[in-house]
């Protein structure tokens, strides 16, 4: 069995999933990494996401390999009748902690939760969706129709996609959340749920919660493109002499304060700013005037290398920090580094050996779960079935030989 | 009382937050959309973030209103000593629910973990720093280090940075997901505990999570930025002739033999494909001709208006969206509208009438919560410290008059 922490703080908990890109993954991985014993299942040799890129020189996902540590693999072919009724029996399979099942993708008959829940009436179903009506999207199509893409990068009417799924981020959060917020109510009433959630909800909500709605429709404005500017208060990119950048930030009036002192300019921008009609005393004023403070800023840190302008900025009160490429990180920040009780450098067998994370969540009277490694694929296919299904060796190979589980690995 | 759902999922659940900027007050609003009672402390007057832009007609807060919504608030100065008492009596009132304190300021003495535990030894409270060891980072210094805006934008070696704070996001889903996680375990042992988890934390294990570290340290290879192309399959922006543009992306065969036969370039692409050494055939080979397929979509894009594209890529297997401004959205996406019972158009008194969301989590035995308004500054101060402590209101008049509270409003 996949070592887990003994006294993780969700030990006890037994999730099925069957997931496919990112969102459902990390809904899974979260719960894992907090000591859920999550079991993915997947179709007979991989689902969509079993080779998606970044590959390694033998052909093995990175991707897969990072989001699915620390949970156990069944292969079921379950477009076979025989393998939706298994894989129905796993997710209503009894166990206190258990009968949660999660998925992204479109399930009906016996894995519909009008089946599922006949068997298991407190069964716990999250399903994720692209939009709130069923219909298809995903985090590219989701994060161009809620207006960050045409508010980043450079002042100009072509948009500019980040790279970071972070609407799937945002949902496997939520995906992971729900669970726990329906298991709340489970061990108060004994009653399970359907949880349903929408990716697009998920970046709209978002859209709402920080105020973008309100100001479109409040102030009739939206918010523009304005290269690499904080919004509302001080904060821009620098490049150093020897081709490094930097972001600086300057929010609170202590922040401010030790920024221009520390950058000397202090007597000089007061006075260009007086004489521009701009406010540097709060933060709004010293976003008006963000453009004047940058051209004071930007020959300062072009005449230093980064290092040097490390040796300066060293009051804790100034909020900095360098750009870094992911190499960079892994160089020259130790918090990215076996320092943090966060990492710890793994061997994933077949696929490398590489700094890997568990929770950044530390709780005080819990384990941190083991960072742990993703499963071969259909590594517990044997071992699942006989826990939860009491299928003995002899069976699993009859099931195996009909191509309903994959082959014992 | 501030009107909350009467059977939300979360109903029963009292959080008291001290809270500035985005995270930590997402995470209050994570779990009040949920039902749970989130009673946010600020100092009188208001914190830091009080007068955040952007700001209506009238100089009120949008964001501020938007990310407070269905929270109780009271006005303490904790810099007096009576003033930190009360704070601390309120974090360890009696309940069932109650004894959970959630900050991202930096507290000690009374408001320390050892000194709330010790009156309440259930306590759960979660401490958000900016990095593991405690220094100071926000969203922006925090997301420069970890490599996401060198992989933005066009390929060239300056950092873009992206708008939304997907770190600050992702911490306060992570804030709220813990105290969900340690109630769960408070209710099993009786035990309480302090959670502490780093904004860096959580962008460094994301980085972990989706296979950039692994590609760093198993390929040797950082993600480059290249333009709107999707990482690994095959995604593009196109403009549309008038003005508009769109994301496409196709992963799975269906989705790409989809797309080809809409645009109708399936015979010529193949064969310039062939010609090439590009095989088409897989995500992985879609990604590798990229420009090549970008080439052959372009112009069909060019010579099309945003409406006849969209007459045009109606087979719901073909995963594109057009690019929206937040006012676009509004007025063209009916997800984000009160169509979606996410949403209800809101008066927010003093702030404006706009559309608001609730959790993109809908619960099937669960109420959803109402979308909610923030409350004023201070609204709660008697009702909580009626409720909470048994202070009367002459006893309240005299702490506002020693300005130990905010007036009552």
Same mark, same amino acid.
């Given at each position: 069995?996949?070592?887990?922490?003994?006294? @993780?703080?969700?030990?006890?908990?037994?999730?099925?999933?069957?997931?496919?890109?990112?969102? @459902?993954?990390?809904?899974?991985?979260?719960?894992?990494?907090?000591?859920?014993?999550?079991?993915?299942?997947?179709?007979?040799?991989?689902?969509?996401?079993?080779?998606?890129?970044?590959?390694?020189?033998?052909?093995? &996902?990175?991707?897969?390999?990072?989001?699915?540590?620390?949970?156990?693999?069944?292969?079921?072919?379950?477009?076979?009748?025989?393998?939706?009724?298994?894989?129905?029996?796993?997710?209503? @399979?009894?166990?206190?902690?258990?009968?949660?099942?999660?998925?992204?993708?479109?399930?009906?008959?016996?894995?519909?939760?009008?089946?599922?829940?006949?068997?298991?009436?407190?069964?716990?179903?999250?399903?994720?969706?692209?939009?709130?009506?069923?219909?298809?999207?995903?985090?590219?199509?989701?994060? &161009?129709?809620?207006?960050?893409?045409?508010?980043? $990068?450079?002042?100009?009417?072509?948009?500019?996609?980040?790279?970071?799924?972070?609407?799937?981020?945002?949902? $496997?959060?939520?995906?992971?959340?729900?669970?726990?917020? *329906?298991?709340?109510?489970?061990?108060?009433?004994?009653?399970?749920?359907?949880?349903?959630?929408?990716?697009?909800?998920?970046?709209?909500?978002?859209?709402?919660?920080?105020?973008?709605?309100?100001?479109?429709?409040?102030?009739?404005?939206?918010?523009?493109?304005?290269?690499?500017?904080?919004?509302?208060?001080?904060?821009?990119?620098?490049?150093?002499?020897? $081709?490094?950048?930097?972001?600086?930030?300057?929010?609170?009036?202590?922040?401010?304060?030790?920024?221009?002192?520390?950058?000397?300019?202090?007597?000089?921008?007061?006075?260009?700013?007086?004489?521009?009609?701009?406010?540097?005393?709060?933060?709004? $004023?010293?976003?008006?005037?963000?453009?004047?403070?940058?051209?004071?800023?930007?020959?300062?840190?072009?005449?230093?290398?980064?290092?040097?302008?490390? @040796?300066?900025?060293?009051?804790?009160?100034?909020?900095?920090?360098?750009?870094?490429?992911?190499?960079?990180?892994? *160089?020259?920040?130790?918090?990215? &580094?076996?320092?943090?009780?966060?990492?710890?450098?793994?061997?994933?067998?077949?696929?490398?050996?590489?700094?890997?994370?568990? &929770?950044?969540?530390?709780?005080?009277?819990?384990?941190?779960?083991?960072?742990?490694?993703?499963?071969?694929?259909?590594?517990?296919? *044997?071992?699942?079935?006989?826990?939860?299904?009491?299928?003995?060796?002899?069976?699993?190979?009859?099931?195996?030989?009909?191509?309903?589980?994959?082959?014992?690995?």
């Amino acid at each position: 069995m996949t070592k887990r922490g003994n006294d @993780a703080v969700l030990t006890g908990l037994r999730v099925i999933e069957f997931p496919a890109f990112i969102a @459902a993954p990390l809904g899974g991985l979260t719960l894992a990494q907090l000591g859920a014993d999550v079991i993915r299942i997947d179709p007979i040799g991989g689902n969509i996401d079993i080779g998606r890129w970044p590959l390694n020189a033998g052909g093995r &996902s990175l991707y897969w390999a990072s989001l699915n540590r620390g949970k156990r693999s069944v292969e079921i072919d379950v477009r076979k009748p025989e393998g939706r009724k298994l894989m129905q029996a796993l997710i209503t @399979a009894p166990g206190e902690g258990g009968g949660i099942f999660v998925t992204n993708l479109s399930v009906d008959g016996e894995l519909a939760y009008e089946s599922l829940s006949k068997l298991r009436p407190d069964l716990i179903m999250v399903q994720l969706t692209g939009s709130p009506d069923g219909a298809n999207a995903l985090d590219y199509t989701v994060n &161009s129709v809620v207006g960050f893409p045409l508010m980043t $990068g450079e002042a100009r009417a072509v948009p500019t996609n980040h790279v970071v799924p972070m609407w799937d981020i945002a949902a $496997g959060l939520n995906i992971a959340l729900a669970v726990l917020a *329906a298991d709340r109510r489970r061990r108060a009433t004994g009653e399970g749920q359907l949880i349903r959630l929408a990716l697009s909800d998920v970046a709209m909500a978002t859209a709402s919660n920080l105020g973008y709605v309100a100001e479109a429709e409040v102030n009739g404005a939206n918010r523009q493109p304005d290269g690499n500017f904080l919004y509302g208060a001080y904060g821009d990119a620098f490049e150093t002499s020897d $081709g490094r950048h930097v972001m600086v930030v300057a929010i609170s009036r202590r922040q401010w304060q030790a920024l221009v002192r520390a950058i000397g300019v202090e007597e000089a921008l007061a006075t260009a700013a007086t004489a521009l009609g701009y406010r540097l005393d709060d933060e709004g $004023g010293r976003y008006e005037a963000r453009t004047l403070i940058s051209a004071f800023f930007r020959p300062w840190f072009a005449k230093r290398t980064l290092a040097e302008v490390e @040796a300066v900025l060293k009051d804790p009160a100034i909020l900095w920090a360098p750009y870094r490429t992911t190499t960079q990180m892994l *160089a020259e920040d130790k918090r990215a &580094s076996e320092w943090n009780p966060m990492f710890r450098r793994v061997d994933h067998p077949g696929v490398g050996r590489f700094l890997t994370a568990t &929770s950044p969540l530390d709780f005080s009277r819990a384990d941190r779960a083991a960072p742990g490694v993703a499963p071969q694929l259909g590594q517990h296919g *044997a071992e699942v079935l006989r826990e939860l299904l009491d299928v003995d060796d002899a069976r699993y190979a009859e099931l195996a030989a009909s191509r309903i589980v994959g082959p014992r690995r």
